[in-house]
């Protein structure tokens, strides 16, 4: 099973900042099958970012995506309000075991 | 547009059964590759199960392997998790995704709201 592991935990920011979110993968994840969801309390998640950097509809475009082999990054160039929120990581590199990471909370500062 | 809506959670006792199940609309169901994920109160996402849009291939994860089915019935664009011998580290919000689009190795583009399953005596 593919581990994904995200960091830092939290991240404390205020809006306009950068923020910079990391998932280290226990093996090496192709670039097209990694994915980023954003979860609002008590909201379904939302597909961000999959493919290499592809954005989902109606995602904005200060939200990016990069990164390969086993090191990716989510970026959020300037922080909205709305923006405040938990992000995970995904592979769905193999079947049967899709994975996702614990989660990166993003916290207003 | 494309609609995910998921029901059948509640209360089941430790050992308990329960199927839930998820309507699609707004989609050609059966050509989309259909999961579960779930979520522990204040955890993160679990991938559960996945089954391709014409039924013939399912994939589990470990934690429940052997106790959850996953099937679906194309004529009623509905999906389904038999969930057998249930335990306290089930309980959780059920959410029923749809691949983003058709083939297989795809993430999850639409989400339903999910419904809650609550496993006590």
């Known amino acids: 099973e593919i581990v994904l592991t995200q960091s830092p935990g939290t991240l404390s920011l205020s809006p306009g900042e950068r923020a910079t979110l990391s998932c280290r993968a226990s093996?090496?994840?192709?670039?097209?099958?990694l994915a980023w969801y954003q979860q609002k309390p008590g909201r379904a998640p939302r597909l961000l970012i999959y493919?290499?950097?592809s954005r989902a509809t109606g995602i904005p475009d200060r939200f990016s995506g990069s990164g390969s082999g086993t090191d990716f990054t989510l970026t959020i160039s300037r922080l909205e309000p709305e923006d405040f929120a938990v992000y995970y990581c995904?592979?769905?590199?193999?079947?049967?075991?899709?994975?996702f990471g614990q989660g990166t909370k993003v916290e207003i500062k | 547009q494309v609609q995910v809506v998921e029901s059948g959670g509640g209360v089941v006792q430790p050992g308990g059964s329960l199927r839930l199940s998820c309507a699609g609309s707004g989609f050609t169901f059966s050509s989309y590759s259909m999961h579960w994920v779930r979520q522990a109160p204040g955890k993160g996402l679990e991938w559960v199960a996945a089954i391709s849009g014409d039924g013939g291939d399912k994939f589990y994860g470990d934690s429940v392997k052997g106790r959850f089915t996953i099937s679906r019935d194309n004529s009623r664009n509905t999906l389904y998790l038999q969930m057998n011998s249930l335990s306290p580290e089930d309980a959780s919000v059920y959410y029923c995704?749809?691949?983003?689009?058709?083939?297989?190795?795809?993430?999850?583009?639409?989400w339903g709201l999910g419904t809650l399953v609550t496993v006590s005596s």
């Open positions: 995704a749809r691949a983003l689009t058709v083939g297989p190795g795809k993430p999850l583009g639409y």
């Open positions: 093996q090496t994840v192709s670039s097209t099958h």
């Open positions: 995904q592979q769905y590199n193999t079947l049967p075991e899709w994975t």
């Open positions: 493919g290499e950097s």
